[in-house]
């Protein structure tokens, strides 16, 4: 019975001899490279970003959105919220102030010619006694009179003033800024602006001691929704 021889297997050898397959990956090229560690950087400087501001936005989603009691404020919320302008004041004793040196506080504005009478006089009080009444929680809000003109200030009431704020800043800069409500005048209201300098909310006009209590509740829950990241002083 014939059979066939199988077919010799390749040796060693003949193995060796076999070209070898190299499969080629090209190098990145610098420009591609380059590219992509900008658009990293880019994400990195955002995180950085939304991690600095979060405390910040977290307060105001708080205040705002969480919290149903926001809805109810005794003061008046303002939307869009206003920025410092950017201007100068001059205190009572001659010295330009720019009005971007009162941001990192709270302050509790009001706004009445330099002769301050009894509305002005009745505010500058109510301001002082709110900030008093937060306990020790007051070394967080500044109490601030702007003065929109040009009349001076009497002896008397500067003595009052201890512990306050006193600028006087042109009316044209404090009217682009705040504005009272319809039917009302800039001198009845007390206006509330944050930390970053931002005018947030308007109380009620001519507040009266037996509505400050109102304002004070305001003035507590801006200061509770603010604590993780607004601190006493600048």
């Keep these: 019975m014939n059979s066939s021889s199988p077919s010799p297997s390749p040796g060693p050898q003949a193995a060796a001899d076999q070209p070898l397959g190299l499969t080629v990956h090209g190098l990145p090229s610098p420009e591609r490279a380059s590219s992509a560690?900008?658009?990293?950087?880019?994400?990195?400087?955002?995180?950085?970003?939304?991690?600095?501001?979060?405390?910040?936005?977290?307060?105001?989603?708080?205040?705002?959105?969480?919290?149903?009691?926001?809805?109810?404020?005794?003061?008046?919320?303002?939307?869009?919220?206003?920025?410092?302008?950017?201007?100068?004041?001059?205190?009572l004793d001659g010295p330009s102030v720019p009005l971007a040196s009162l941001q990192k506080q709270w302050l509790l504005i009001s706004v009445a010619g330099g002769a301050c009478d009894g509305a002005c006089q009745n505010h500058l009080y109510l301001q002082r006694q709110l900030r008093e009444s937060l306990g020790r929680e007051k070394e967080r809000l500044d109490w601030v009179w702007l003065i929109n003109d040009d009349a001076p200030?009497?002896?008397?009431?500067?003595?009052?003033?201890?512990?306050?704020?006193?600028?006087?800043?042109?009316?044209?800069?404090v009217?682009?800024?705040?504005?009272?409500?319809?039917?009302?005048?800039?001198?009845?209201?007390?206006y509330v602006v944050d930390p970053l300098g931002h005018w947030m909310m308007r109380m009620p006009p001519r507040l009266t001691i037996e509505s400050a209590g109102k304002a004070k509740r305001d003035l507590?829950?801006?200061?509770?929704?603010?604590?993780?990241?607004?601190?006493?002083?600048?």
């Design 175 to 190: 009217s682009a800024w705040l504005e009272p409500a319809a039917g009302a005048a800039l001198s009845d209201h007390l």
């Design 37 to 91: 560690a900008a658009v990293a950087g880019r994400w990195r400087m955002l995180l950085i970003l939304l991690v600095c501001a979060a405390p910040v936005i977290a307060s105001y989603f708080t205040y705002y959105v969480i919290r149903p009691e926001a809805r109810r404020s005794f003061g008046e919320l303002i939307e869009p919220q206003r920025p410092l302008p950017v201007a100068s004041g001059l205190s």
């Design 220 to 234: 507590e829950r801006l200061l509770r929704a603010s604590n993780s990241w607004d601190q006493p002083g600048r």
């Design 153 to 173: 200030v009497a002896p008397e009431l500067q003595a009052a003033l201890r512990g306050a704020t006193v600028l006087r800043v042109s009316s044209a800069t």
